[in-house]
């Protein structure tokens, strides 16, 4: 995304990324994982974004309290961020 958006690289597309760990692993080999991603989570991850930045531009800042500490929870909070996304009149990052 930060790509995509940067006036420096205007033009270019991002479809696939690699994470490659700089101390090799137990057999001395360079581990390299390669991410691959959708169009769909992008967007997802974007909304996610700007939910959180009009938070913090708010001094809003909500509690994952009542949320379990489990994938369910932590993607209903991730839910309760992003709804902030579609708020009127905040600026977007």
Known sequence: ???ERSSSFRGYSVNKALLEFVEPDEHGQIVQLELQYEQAELEQMQQLITGIWRHIQGLDFPSPDAYA??????????????AA????GAKRP
């Open 85 to 88: 996304a579609k708020s009127v």
């Open 1 to 3: 995304m930060l790509i």
């Open 69 to 82: 500490p489990t994938i369910v929870g932590i993607r209903q909070f991730e839910r309760q961020l992003s």
